[in-house]
């Protein structure tokens, strides 16, 4: 229980009371009575004369710009060391401060003036979170804000102390699911996801059972928030959301990575639609990449302590940077390489793989946000590309690199105006070609294989792209590249064959649809989102295609791919056109798009009357030639 008392400043007159009622003091506290008082919240990193300091402090009564008075501590320096105060002049303590090097750092209020706080302030240096005490147990009840990395703080603290309570604050409810205005699908996964949040939470536990109070935050990678425009997902107003993160910590001397889940910005907090798992996010799969970074730190402080720089270049970043945001992000994954190459030079050498991942991905990202001619990052780049080639040839590891270093002279080719593209793609499919042999097994393999063959379909090398297709349906059975290249190799020789599609309805969940209820018709099978831009235009023309073809035989029907159908029906709304419209959660990932391998759009075919595919590939502009010959 909070330490109670009172007392009487000397020149006001007014009596302080400090918590509830004890016997009034006459005089002003001492600096000893003032720091007996400790924050309610853990963690609080702030400054304390030691005990032979004390008779060095001053106390000394301050008054409020408009009203309310207090006591203020200052330390034999003249910093300000607390500061309690009576805000609304009824001679009650309302607001304790804490102070770090004399700049206020937290502070603890009570906005129902009983005497107990009940609203906690982080501010400055340490940090932006409000929590609300609503119950005033010194337990957050919620979040009025708190930022993505302090909630990846918060995350792993209640996983660390397997204390759900902890976790409960920062998960959505239904008034954030209000203020978000999300629609349907989305809303009802979220939903789900909540729900499912306690059981999720229970078994990660179980995952980790090393984990204690003593477990520290190293690190978190969130990557870039997404927004989600209003006028996309007939919201009120736009969406902020993080797909996933990544939480770096230390526990029992070593270190290892969780998951934090989706989470969305709800006013000014970060709020979680998912309780956190186990291992890393995996970029290029969406998936989990279990932890294998085990340093012991304990037994090396000047690499923990490396370690925590890091932590600290992260946290210092500028987030919200607008105004030259790629050249602030670039100059910050420079620095970012240049200390992990530090921790590199401490690690040994079957402990540095994550730190080199980690290398190659900073590189990488500040070879494609630094300005148009600056070389820096990749020079680096292509060095760390050498050094693996030649230390580790063909290995995983050396595989990562390099095909980051792929993506970053791609993405800054590309981004030069005036540059000869298609010299830039025969370059491009050179470079993946030469990667595949290279690193035939690495985890980057499927994704440069597809890439070949969607070019190579492009270009008109059918052969060439089947035989991409069969390597990544063969060598990596189980993934989801292979998937899509078997899905591709159907839609290749999709021609002469039944064409097959069910699904749900886009505008009425409740209604499934099967090609087959299409049979003695001609059917055109339209794949589209609402991200590209051909959509409108296409619409335009199966609508007069329609008006002239439909009396005689021909029947549409439409593939949505948008990543939420709330996307898709905002589009609907804002550009109506009729059709059976289906849609499947998942996007190009989906079921709907990994049958027939769709990874462009549009994407049409012409199924015929007996229910075999006339035409695939077509585009919208010359489609009414295939139709008019097969309607004769």
């Known amino acids: ?46 400054s304390t004369p030691s005990p032979e300091e004390e008779s060095a402090c001053k106390v000394e009564l301050t008054k409020g710009v408009k009203k309310g008075s ?32 004399g700049v206020e750092v937290y502070r603890e209020i009570d906005t129902n003036f009983n005497g107990k706080a009940d609203l906690y302030r982080w501010l400055n240096a340490g940090g932006t979170k409000i929590g609300n005490d609503e119950n005033e147990d010194t337990k957050i009840d919620s979040w009025q804000a708190i930022s993505a990395e302090e909630a990846s703080q918060e995350i792993l603290k209640a996983v660390a102390t397997k204390d759900f309570s902890r976790l409960k604050p920062l998960l959505l409810t239904e008034a954030d699911l ?27 536990l179980t995952k980790l059972p090393t984990l204690d109070d003593k477990t520290t935050w190293l690190h978190v990678e969130m990557g870039i928030p997404q927004c989600l ?19 770096l910590y230390e526990a029992a001397g070593k270190t290892d990575w969780l998951q934090t889940g989706e989470m969305f910005l709800v006013n ?90 980690q290398l190659a991905d900073s590189l990488s990202s500040a070879a494609q946000n630094s300005v148009v001619g600056d070389m820096v990052a990749s020079k680096r780049l292509v060095s760390l590309e050498d050094q693996l080639a030649k230390g580790l040839p063909g ?22 105006p005036g540059e000869d593209f298609n010299k830039i793609q025969n370059d491009w499919m050179t470079k993946l070609a030469a990667f595949v042999q290279a690193y035939p097994k690495a985890d980057d393999a499927p994704d440069a294989m597809l890439q070949l063959g969607m070019v190579s379909e492009f270009l008109g090398k059918d052969v060439e792209a089947k035989n991409w297709y069969t390597q990544i349906a063969k060598n990596f059975a189980g993934k989801p590249q292979a998937a899509k290249a078997a899905g591709s190799i159907r839609r290749m020789e999709s021609e002469g064959q039944p064409f097959t599609l069910t699904g749900t309805s886009l505008t009425n969940p409740s209604q499934t649809f099967d090609i087959t209820s299409m049979k003695d018709k001609m059917v055109v099978v339209y794949y589209w989102a609402s991200w590209n831009g051909q959509t409108l235009g296409d619409f335009a023309k199966l609508k007069l295609i329609m008006e002239t073809y439909g009396p005689k035989g021909l029947d549409l029907v439409c593939v949505n791919l948008d990543t939420t159908s709330e996307e898709a029906n905002t589009f609907l709304k804002r ?41 695939k590939n077509l585009q919208i502009s010359t489609i009414e030639e295939e139709i008019k010959k097969s309607l004769k």
Not at 72 to 101: A, P, T
């Open 1 to 46: 229980m909070r330490k109670s008392w009172k007392f009487a400043g000397l020149c006001s007159g007014t009596l302080f009371l400090l918590g509830t009622a004890l016997p009034a003091f006459a005089v002003t506290p001492t600096a000893a009575a003032i720091l007996s008082f400790k924050p309610k919240q853990e963690g609080i990193s702030f």
């Open 70 to 101: 207090g006591w203020i501590l200052k330390d034999s320096q003249g910093n300000l060391v607390r500061k309690f105060f009576d805000s609304n002049e009824d001679n009650r303590i309302d607001v304790w401060s804490y102070y770090k090097d």
């Open 178 to 204: 209000k203020t978000l205005d999300l629609q349907g699908d989305t809303a009802r996964k979220v939903r789900e996801q909540v729900i499912a949040s306690t059981a999720k939470f229970q078994a990660t």
């Open 229 to 247: 425009p209003a006028d996309q997902t007939g919201s009120k107003a736009d969406i902020f959301r993080f797909a996933k993160g990544t939480i």
């Open 268 to 357: 000014g907090a970060w709020k979680l639609a998912d309780s956190p798992i186990p291992g890393a996010v995996s970029e290029e799969e969406g998936s989990i990449r279990p932890g294998t970074n085990k340093i012991d730190l304990e037994k090396d402080p000047e690499l923990k302590k490396l370690v925590d720089e890091l932590a600290a270049i992260d946290t210092a970043v500028e987030s919200n940077s607008t105004g030259g945001a790629s050249a602030t992000l670039a100059k910050h994954h420079l620095r970012r390489a240049d200390h992990l190459e530090k921790i590199l030079a401490k690690v040994k050498p079957e402990d540095r793989d994550p730190w080199i991942r």
């Open 395 to 416: 290995s995983n590891l050396a595989g990562y690199v390099s095909f980051r270093g792929l993506q970053a002279d791609y993405a800054a080719k590309i981004s030069k």
């Open 575 to 615: 550009s109506p056109f009729t059709s059976q419209h289906l849609y499947q959660p998942g996007g190009l990932e989906g079921k709907l798009a990994t049958d027939y391998g769709i990874q462009v759009l549009p994407q049409v075919f012409l199924v015929g009357k007996d229910g075999k595919v006339v035409g």
